[in-house]
């Protein structure tokens, strides 16, 4: 799967949106870029605020224009397209690994066979957030 997917692509788009990011306070701006089952690509950069922990990761924001676009849900549930692909990087195009939370929002979105981009390769989400968390857990309760 990871041979089909045109990562360079991927990459650029992140790079271009990286460059529309709003961080005044770390001056560290970030870019991601995934792309769906489909083929849509969809983008998001990091949002600083003043009071630091209310500002969002590229990743988050990525994941809130897919559905704010009805790529993902109906707005209630992850139920639309599924992101295959995403790789996210810096000012200077380095790839850079998502967090642990943006892992966790990822995994809603694309689910453990989610190929992350890293400087080793594509690497599956599973294998970057093993035993994780997911609406699965939550079947058992309700």
């Known amino acids: 799967m990871a041979d089909e997917i045109d990562f360079d692509a991927i990459r650029d788009a992140a790079k271009l949106v990286m460059t529309r990011a709003y961080a005044p306070y770390s001056n560290f701006p970030v870019g991601a ?3 769906t089952q489909s083929g849509a690509v969809v983008v ?3 949002v600083e605020n003043v009071s ?3 500002g969002i990761c590229a990743e ?3 994941v809130a224009t897919g559905f704010s676009q009805g790529l993902f849900g109906d707005g ?3 139920s639309g397209e599924r992101l295959v692909a995403v790789s996210v990087c810096d000012a200077e195009g380095t790839v850079l690994t998502p967090c642990g939370r943006c892992r966790q929002i990822l995994l809603e979105v694309g689910g453990p066979d989610l190929l992350v981009d890293s400087a080793a390769g594509p690497r599956t989400l599973g294998s970057l957030l ?3 968390f997911g609406p699965g857990h939550l079947e058992s309760v309700r």
């Open 44 to 46: 998001g950069c990091n």
């Open 33 to 35: 870029a995934g792309i």
């Open 52 to 54: 630091y922990g209310l």
């Open 130 to 132: 093993p035993d994780a």
């Open 76 to 78: 209630e549930r992850a």
């Open 60 to 62: 988050v924001s990525m």
